[in-house]
């Protein structure tokens, strides 16, 4: 019976786009580069569209098809598109059929990537704390305003305790977690940026929810959690897209349920919680399979969001988010570095969610969907931050101190998940 209701796999084949490389080579030769377009290590997991039978009546260029653009080459055609904003593409796939396949495709994206067009976008996957549902929103950083988005997949509208992590820079996952019907769930289904729909991927080899995620090498891991099936989790996977399959690794040093977890040096950081209630602190090393126990400065204190930008960790030091701290390697201790000196009201809407690298800058994402931003490069005295209106402005501290006094200082949202896409 849940066969029947399944999506069926998706299919690891080649591109939609129904462009010969001949002419998407000539397309980079436009624009003044050395190297021609390539495909992105990450497959497009859709299935290709079946070529027409015959060429329509009419038809004037190579192969039967249309010009892309009327009176122009598809290589000088192709070049005019990859520049049309990121914002306006579901406009463009509206267009006709070719432009839409043209879109759906690795080309397309793959040379506006290499060309340095690409934009970065942040998505946010919330929970409405009145009905629990769970939606997810788009913020384009250039026009500072949240967008809502289509419906997640139904078996993840009611879920809790899943992981969402990025592949290949434009497919977004959502794995695990509990459903209150079906208890712990092992499926995977991620949404693609270039085809703007939800797929299916091969599900987890473990039940589990409440689990550590983290993509090193264009590939995802998870460890730990817990199963249902009462006390957590030593087992690890990890999800190769190339071969499109998962696999175990090296079990955790201790079962744990992690809490926070960060990338840097190469290794994973994963801390939580144990058998006992007692916080543990594991480091994951992909090069030797291998597990290890840390006790170092870097975890010790970490609990809140953090990110890694330019090779150096930052995590916020306050819970709305606006003092930042950066880890010091050279002396394995945390230092505040970034102060904005206007900090919001302490309550569970202005907590800080999240904190994304896009940019070059850090972005903060707290639950009244309010973002902050600043660039760490500027250099202290020089540090200015940024705050991007999204559905709720921010309040001032006089605003906020009325409202949690009358009684309305709740949040409608909380925000579970924060990726950053590139497209």
């Avoid at 260029?61 to 009327?70: D, E, K, M, N, V």
Wanted: hydrophobic share 40%.
């Amino acid at each position: 019976m849940e066969r029947r209701n399944q999506a069926p796999l998706v299919d690891t084949s080649a591109c939609l786009c129904r462009v010969d490389k001949s002419s998407v080579a000539a397309a980079a030769r436009r624009i003044s580069v050395s190297k021609a377009c390539v495909q992105p290590s990450l497959r497009a997991s859709i299935h290709p569209l079946k070529p027409k039978a015959s060429p329509q009546k009419g038809d004037r260029s190579r192969g039967g098809q249309c010009p892309l653009l009327p009176g122009l080459p598809d290589d000088l055609a192709i070049a005019c598109l990859i520049r049309v904003p990121r914002a306006d593409h579901w406009k463009l796939r509206l267009v006709c059929q070719r432009w839409f396949r043209l879109l759906a495709g690795n080309y397309f994206y793959g040379l506006r990537r290499r060309l340095g067009l690409a934009e970065q976008w942040v998505y946010a996957v919330k929970r409405d704390v009145r009905d629990g549902h769970v939606s997810w929103d788009v913020l384009d950083p250039a026009r500072g305003a949240w967008r809502a988005l289509p419906p997640v997949p139904r078996e993840y509208a009611d879920a809790d305790g899943f992981g969402c992590a990025v592949l290949g820079g434009c497919h977004l996952y959502l794995l695990g977690g509990t459903d209150p019907r079906r208890g712990p769930l092992r499926r995977v289904v991620f949404y693609s940026a270039r085809s703007n729909r939800w797929h299916r991927a091969p599900d987890m080899l473990r039940r589990r929810h409440c689990f550590g995620t983290c993509v090193m090498g264009n590939r995802l891991y998870v460890a730990g959690g817990e199963s249902g099936g009462g006390g957590g989790l030593r087992s690890a996977e990890v999800f190769d897209p190339a071969k499109n399959r998962w696999s175990f690794v090296s079990d955790m040093a201790v079962a744990m349920v992690p809490f926070v977890s960060a990338l840097h040096g190469g290794r994973w950081y994963v801390k939580g919680l144990g058998a006992q209630q007692q916080v543990l602190s594991q480091v994951y090393s992909p090069e030797s399979d291998s597990w290890s126990v840390v006790l170092d400065g870097m975890v010790t204190g970490w609990r809140s969001p953090s990110a890694c930008l330019d090779g150096r960790l930052y995590a916020a030091d306050c819970k709305d988010g606006c003092r930042l701290r950066a880890y010091d390697d050279a002396v394995d201790a945390w230092t505040i570095c970034i102060d904005s000196k206007q900090h919001r009201r302490s309550s569970q809407a202005a907590e800080a969610a999240a904190i994304v690298a896009l940019h070059g800058k850090l972005f903060v994402v707290r639950n009244d969907m309010s973002v902050s931003a600043v660039d760490v490069a500027a250099g202290a005295g020089n540090q200015r931050w940024e705050t991007l209106a999204g559905k709720a402005h921010a309040k001032s501290f006089v605003t906020g101190l009325l409202s949690n006094m009358a009684g309305r200082g709740g949040t409608k949202n909380r925000i579970l998940h924060c990726q950053v896409f590139e497209a």
